[in-house]
C-alpha cells in the first residue's frame, strides 16, 4: 500500500506574548515549570479568577550558538479578549510578577518541606509539570527580574545577549 503524508492546520488569530526566560540548558524543565506557575498564580490574582482562557506553552529558538528558551502566553479566545494588552505595559507586568511573589513567599507550604503545594504552584500547573515545579525556583527567578526591574525596547529576541546566563549554567555543571 501507498501511503501520501498529510499536514492538517488549523489557523487561530489570537494575541500572544512571548516572554525569554534566562535559562538554556541546566534545570530548564524546573525552571519553565516554575515560572510558567509563577506567572499564571500572578495572573490568577491580578484577575480575581481563574483566567481559563489563556494559556502558557515552552517553546525554543537556536540562532546556531544559543538556544533561547520562551514562554509564550497567548489567548484561546479567537481573536483574543484584549486581557494580553496588560503585558505591554511594564508597570502591569511588574505587578503581575510582584503578586505572583508575594503569593508564594506567604504560602504556608514554605514552612512543610515540599517543593509547592495546590496553594500555589501545584493550583495552576498541569499534572505532568507537578513533579518539576519548584517554589523556591520560581521566588528566585522573580526575586532576580523584580530586583533589577527596567525596562527597554528592543526589536528582536536574538538582540538579547544570554552569554552570562549560559556562562553560569556553565560554571554551575562544573561544580
Known amino acids: 500500500a501507498q501511503w501520501h503524508n498529510l499536514l492538517l492546520s488549523h ?4 494575541q500572544a506574548v ?11 524543565e524546573t525552571t519553565l515549570a516554575s515560572f510558567k506557575g509563577a506567572l499564571l498564580l500572578g495572573l490568577r490574582r491580578d484577575f480575581g479568577g481563574d483566567p481559563q ?13 544559543a538556544v ?9 479566545v479567537p481573536g483574543g479578549t484584549g486581557y494580553l494588552d496588560r503585558f505591554g505595559e511594564p508597570d502591569r507586568l511588574k505587578t503581575i510578577l510582584e503578586l505572583a511573589r508575594e503569593a508564594l513567599a506567604e504560602c504556608p ?3 512543610e518541606g515540599r517543593a509547592a503545594c495546590h496553594r500555589c504552584l501545584y493550583g495552576v500547573l498541569s ?7 519548584s517554589r523556591e525556583t520560581a521566588l528566585k527567578l522573580l526575586d532576580d527580574f523584580l530586583c533589577e526591574w527596567d525596562v527597554e525596547e528592543i526589536d528582536t529576541v536574538t538582540g538579547i ?8 549554567e556553565l560554571e ?4
Not at 11 to 14: F, G
Not at 161 to 168: F, R, Y
Open 18 to 28: 512571548r516572554m525569554l526566560v534566562p535559562v538554556s540548558m541546566l534545570h530548564f
Open 68 to 76: 533561547r528558551r520562551f514562554l509564550v502566553l497567548h489567548d484561546t
Open 172 to 175: 554551575m555543571q562544573f561544580r
Open 53 to 65: 482562557h489563556l494559556s502558557v506553552l515552552a517553546s525554543s529558538m537556536s540562532d546556531g550558538s
Open 127 to 133: 499534572s505532568r509539570e507537578m513533579p518539576h515545579a
Open 109 to 111: 507550604c514554605r514552612t
Open 11 to 14: 489557523e487561530l488569530r489570537t
Open 161 to 168: 545577549d544570554i552569554a552570562p546566563v549560559q556562562l553560569s
